[in-house]
């Protein structure tokens, strides 16, 4: 994939997660993607993010950066949400809080293989 293809496809990718499109996951999503040295299959990794909408109702994901060399992609991504209860062990509980995620991903030809994440726990820490 080009620089602009691989582009266009993460985009995609990040609206298929804001419409929580489960059904069209696996279009962008390797059956056997690896999520911060854990392999969780496609299952795992759709599990993981529908329980992130559930603890998180008004998740959506903005992308703030974006960096592209094929095959990876790096992104900062930024969130303006309310998560119900605890999140990343901080009593949030409904308190609106704002923070950024680095991510970098890897291509396994058209769909993402890895994905390195780490969310900016300070900044939320510093909201509460």
Not at 13 to 19: Q, T
Not at 28 to 55: I, T
Not at 80 to 89: I, K, S, W
């Given at each position: 994939?080009t620089r602009?293809?691989?582009?266009?496809?993460?985009?995609?990718?990040?609206?298929?997660?804001?419409r929580q499109d489960?059904?069209?996951?696996?279009?962008f999503?390797h059956g056997?993607?690896v999520?911060?040295?854990r392999?969780?299959?496609?299952s795992?990794y759709?599990?993981?993010l529908?329980?992130d909408?559930?603890?998180i109702p008004d998740?959506?994901?903005?992308?703030g950066m974006?960096?592209t060399?094929?095959?990876?992609?790096?992104?900062r991504l930024?969130?303006?949400c309310a998560?119900?209860?605890?999140?990343?062990g901080l009593?949030?509980?409904?308190?609106r809080i704002?923070f950024?995620?680095n991510v970098?991903y890897?291509?396994?030809g058209?769909?993402?293989?890895?994905?390195?994440?780490?969310?900016d726990?300070?900044?939320?820490?510093?909201?509460?």
């Amino acid at each position: 994939m080009t620089r602009d293809e691989l582009a266009d496809a993460y985009r995609a990718y990040i609206a298929c997660l804001n419409r929580q499109d489960w059904s069209s996951l696996g279009r962008f999503v390797h059956g056997d993607v690896v999520h911060n040295a854990r392999p969780l299959g496609l299952s795992g990794y759709r599990a993981m993010l529908e329980q992130d909408f559930r603890e998180i109702p008004d998740l959506q994901f903005h992308i703030g950066m974006l960096v592209t060399d094929p095959p990876r992609i790096a992104a900062r991504l930024k969130f303006d949400c309310a998560p119900v209860g605890r999140f990343l062990g901080l009593a949030v509980n409904g308190r609106r809080i704002s923070f950024c995620e680095n991510v970098f991903y890897e291509f396994g030809g058209d769909k993402i293989h890895q994905v390195w994440s780490v969310i900016d726990k300070t900044a939320i820490e510093a909201q509460l």
